[in-house]
């Protein structure tokens, strides 16, 4: 066992963790995790802590259940609201899953990721990512059960006095507390929408940062009497949450942003323009992960700041991918590309190991990116729409599944096993929607027919 590993079980132990929970995620993206006292963590190390896949969603079938966990080390970090003090002292690790062969499981979502990544390596460049994960925070109703109830009438940037400045900052202080930098908390559009900013890094360690994120964030919200949720869109009328990623390629053998170019208009290289290319050309194939819910689709309407036409610009936020601007006095290395359709209800891993995958695709067959739409598309009819030939997004989780399987580079991206079952999933999800008859439904028909 390596030495800093080593340092690290030692110094938990004297910190008075007694715990440690081992953390994976199911093609959906739900946090998994299997506690385990602190002394058997150099055992799993070593040999890795098994475990029955098949009961995990999208793992494997009964034959062939027997995997284990192996844990990255570089993601140890003492869970904040469960202090050393006492007998509750833990910590979490995110692990990778393997099989009794000891090969990496394709199925285990990070290990999607972690094949995109290297890919990129291969051709150069570390892919780094930024996502701006919205929420809501909502009370509980008079039962006490969840329910899409904000806690405050405030909007976008609004300060305010009440519970969520409170709530927010201990959010931070969590996020904080697992090595995740935050930049930025703030009210977001709508009553009860929250957004908390945390620094870029390389994708895997995004991926990890943001699928941390969604769980301190459920849990500080609960200490409060609140209800953290990432649902793209809980409330008909008003803005829905989205998950907003931020990307750029940097160039191992230059060490420099690979998307900056002073002498173009838009900062952007040759190479910044094929990967933009490359995610617009597949991204109705792609939604099916980006947007992964029926709910998903009705965040993605016009006229709450979701893109659903695919085009890119600059200051256009109905366009799909907006690129930033430089702030006065930075470097031209910020320059990066903001891709708008995801929501925070995908499985970061899979979400951006799609759009590396579109990204690279692009680079590698050099496509051309088309011209920007600066002016807002929600206030285009649809002929002339038609007339520049822009093309729109699936309007329906299922309409977007059948887009995925019609595109190979995706599919390969996702590889065999996880989309069969991902796709088994969604259609399941999909068929049980559309047996539902809704309250709208029999408001609309049931005195009318």
């Given amino acids: 066992m390596d030495e800093s590993v080593a340092r690290v079980i030692e110094k938990a132990k004297a910190d008075g963790i007694r715990f440690v929970q081992l953390q994976f995620t199911d093609v959906l993206g739900i946090v998994k995790a299997v506690t ?14 098994w475990f029955d896949g098949s009961s995990i969603e999208g793992f494997t079938r009964i034959a062939e259940s ?22 509750r002292g833990t910590a979490r690790i ?9 090969e990496p499981f394709v199925g285990d979502p990070r290990f999607v990721l972690r094949r995109q990544v290297l890919r990129a390596q291969k051709l150069g460049y570390i892919v780094n990512m ?35 400045q409170e709530v927010r900052q201990d959010m931070v202080d969590a996020l904080e507390a697992f090595g995740i930098k935050v930049e930025a908390a703030h009210h977001e559009v709508a009553a009860g929408q929250h957004e908390i900013d945390f620094e870029y890094s390389d994708a895997l360690r995004t991926a990890d940062n943001a699928v941390t994120f969604k769980f301190a964030l459920k849990a500080i919200a609960q200490q409060h009497g609140l209800y953290a949720t990432f649902m793209p869109k809980p409330i008909f009328g008003i803005n829905g949450s989205g998950m907003h990623t931020h990307q750029s390629l940097f160039s191992i053998a230059d ?22 290319a490359g995610i617009l050309a597949h991204a109705r194939s792609m939604i099916a992960i980006l947007a992964p819910t029926v709910n998903s689709y009705k965040r993605l309407v016009p006229g709450y700041e979701a893109p659903t036409y695919i085009t890119w610009g600059r200051t256009n936020r109905s366009a799909l991918i907006r690129v ?17 359709c995801p929501d925070p209800s995908s499985n970061a891993y899979l979400a951006f190991a799609v ?31 038609s007339e520049r030939g822009i093309r729109e997004l699936p309007g329906t989780l299922g309409e977007a599944m059948e887009e995925l399987r019609s595109d190979p580079v995706i599919c390969e991206a996702l590889g065999e096993h996880v989309l069969e079952h991902y796709l088994e999933a969604k259609q399941a999800e999909w068929d049980e929607y559309r047996a539902q008859v809704t309250q709208w439904e029999l408001d609309r028909y049931l005195e009318a027919f």
């Fill in 66 to 87: 027997d995997q284990y966990l192996m844990p990255d080390m570089s993601t140890f970090a003492e869970i904040p609201w469960q202090p050393a003090s006492g007998r």
């Fill in 355 to 385: 759009m590396i995958a579109a990204g690279l695709d692009g680079v590698e067959k050099g496509l051309q990116l088309s011209e920007p739409v600066e002016e807002s598309l929600f206030e285009m009819d649809a002929a002339r729409v």
């Fill in 130 to 164: 930024g996502p701006e994960l919205e929420f809501f925070l909502f009370n509980r109703d008079a039962n006490g059960k969840v329910a899409p109830l904000p806690h405050d009438l405030a909007g976008y940037f609004d300060f305010s006095t009440d519970l969520a």
């Fill in 36 to 49: 385990i006292p602190i002394h058997q963590l150099e055992s799993s190390v070593l040999h890795g802590t």
């Fill in 94 to 102: 995110i692990c990778d899953v393997y099989t009794p062969r000891g």
């Fill in 255 to 276: 060490q420099r942003n690979a998307f900056a170019d002073p002498a173009n208009r838009y900062g952007l290289s040759d190479l910044a323009r094929s990967y933009m």
């Fill in 324 to 340: 930033p601007m430089i702030s006065p006095g930075k470097s031209i290395e910020g320059t990066r590309l903001e891709v708008r």
